[in-house]
């Protein structure tokens, strides 16, 4: 059974380019969740996508945006890049949508924006 | 809207010693709550989870963590602690209706002297 595995492992981008970040979901896992973890602070949920289709967003603008595929590989697009965006950018996937289901977390892109 | 305080920042214990990581949450309904760990450059391990079964939970690693609910905290414990045990610690919340969906502390980095 492979992990969850994400591309690229670093990324740096310029204020206003757009960058997008994939996703690879453990075997048998059908849903998805991103997080940003900004430096010295906890991950912050972005949105999580089950069977193709987003199923909740937090507090983050419309310039991030998402997709996952029918082989529920996943990838997280990030429009008109701002400083603040800079962060380790985490993608957890899980077998559905049961609260008890584990999160298995991938090692996440760094992605530098100057 | 769920929270999660993370009393200290930084945890300085010696080998052989007791760890005690701090976790309070904010959730006006039932909570599920979550540890993980993050070594460097790597992404989150799930150490243990609280689901409304038993409110002392164990998991890996020998760490464990008790659900009080009249103190709304979830303390993280190992009775002695190793030199591997040194990383980053973060407790996050969920709920039934966001599955996936964790809102996390802001970490505790936890050192282990020799």
């Known amino acids: 059974e492979t992990g969850v595995t994400q591309s690229p492992t670093h990324l740096i981008k310029t204020r206003g380019q757009q960058v997008t970040l994939r996703c690879s979901s453990q075997s048998g896992h059908n849903t998805v969740s991103w997080y940003q973890q900004a430096l010295g602070q906890g991950p912050q949920f972005i949105f999580q996508y089950y069977r193709e289709e987003e199923n909740g967003r937090g507090n983050f603008p419309p310039r991030f945006s998402g997709l996952q595929f029918p082989n529920y590989s996943s990838e997280l697009n990030v429009n008109a890049l701002e400083l603040d965006d800079s962060a380790l950018y985490l993608c957890a996937s899980t077998r559905g949508t049961n609260p008890t289901d584990t999160q298995y977390f991938g090692p996440g892109t760094r992605l530098t924006v100057l | 809207a769920q929270s999660v305080t993370q009393l200290g920042s930084h945890v300085s214990v010696s080998e052989g010693a007791l760890v005690l990581l701090r976790c309070n949450y904010s959730?006006?309904?039932?909570?599920?709550l979550f540890w993980y760990v993050q070594y460097p450059n790597q992404g989150l391990q799930l150490l243990l989870k609280y689901t409304s079964a038993a409110t002392l939970v164990k998991g890996i690693n020998g760490f464990e963590a008790e659900f009080k609910k009249s103190e709304t905290s979830f303390h993280l414990t190992k009775p002695s602690a190793h030199m591997s045990d040194a990383a980053e610690y973060f407790c996050a919340v969920s709920d039934q209706e966001n599955a996936g969906k964790s809102t996390f502390g802001d970490g505790t980095t936890l050192t282990v002297k020799p």
């Open positions: 959730s006006s309904v039932p909570p599920y």
